[in-house]
């Protein structure tokens, strides 16, 4: 089974300022999907931005970006001048493309709360 | 209007009731999920199903049942509600996937939650 780990449990930024969240997961599959989910006080999900793996190319959603690394199995998001509606919990989630049971679930991090700093 | 919508939005029950949530969509997919969430734990699915017919058991599935009803409609029922099973829960909808494996992907989209507490 695929495991997703964020070994930051809290960040801070400061306002205007650079941060990254880091994520590692554990894959046997070559082809797959991965994706950021930010989860502010209102406890709504909402997709950040996502890559598929087949993909070289890392994936750039405005002030959000990410550094795909497929051999060492890292997807970190990087933020760029943080803004105060950053503030949220942030999850990572993997997601294998084939069909059969369990396929299409999302496997969640247990997320990074980030805060910012005005 | 949401595109996801989940009611009740915050319940609160006693050990032993049943409880039903209930999700309904108006994206058209034919794909529904439900997850549970608890604090520094992500969410974690408890079933899904892909059409009317089909509904698969997720990691969590212990102490809970799913009803779909129509494909806009995904109820989830606790038949004897446990303290444990106080948790924030959320419903997803995605579309089927298109195109190759690894091609193209299919987003869950989420409704607001529902905050359980079993006193």
């Known amino acids: 089974a695929q495991t997703v780990t964020q070994s930051q449990p809290e960040m801070s930024v400061q306002e205007a300022e650079t941060v990254t969240l880091s994520c590692t997961y554990d894959?046997?599959?070559?082809?797959?999907?991965l994706f950021w989910y930010k989860q502010p006080p209102s406890r709504q999900m909402i997709l950040v931005i996502r890559?598929?793996?087949?993909?070289?190319q890392n994936a750039t959603e405005n002030r959000f970006s990410v550094n795909f690394q497929k051999a060492a199995k890292s997807f970190s998001l990087k933020i760029s001048d943080s803004q105060l509606g950053d503030a949220a919990m942030y999850f990572c989630?993997?997601?294998?493309?084939?069909?059969?049971?369990?396929?299409?679930?999302?496997?969640f991090g247990k997320g990074t709360k980030l805060s910012v700093i005005p | 209007d949401a595109d996801v919508t989940q009611t009740p939005r915050n319940r609160i029950t006693k050990t032993g009731k049943r409880i039903m949530l209930e999700c309904s969509q108006t994206?058209?997919?034919?794909?529904m999920y439900w997850y549970r969430q608890d604090p520094g734990l992500g969410l974690r699915l408890i079933y899904y199903?892909?059409?009317?017919?089909?509904?698969n058991k997720g990691e969590i599935s212990d102490g809970y049942s799913v009803s779909r009803q129509a494909q806009a409609k995904f109820s989830l029922s606790l038949e004897s509600a446990i303290p444990n099973q106080t948790a924030l829960y959320f419903c997803?909808?995605?579309?089927?996937?298109?195109?190759?494996?690894?091609?193209?992907?299919?987003?869950?989209?989420f409704g607001p939650g529902t905050r359980l507490t079993v006193l």
């Open positions: 997803a909808t995605s579309d089927r996937d298109r195109g190759r494996p690894g091609e193209g992907y299919n987003e869950q989209f």
């Open positions: 994206k058209g997919h034919d794909r």
């Open positions: 199903s892909f059409d009317v017919k089909d509904i």
């Open positions: 894959t046997s599959e070559s082809d797959y999907y």
């Open positions: 890559q598929e793996a087949y993909k070289q």
């Open positions: 989630a993997y997601r294998s493309p084939y069909s059969g049971a369990g396929s299409y679930q999302l496997t």
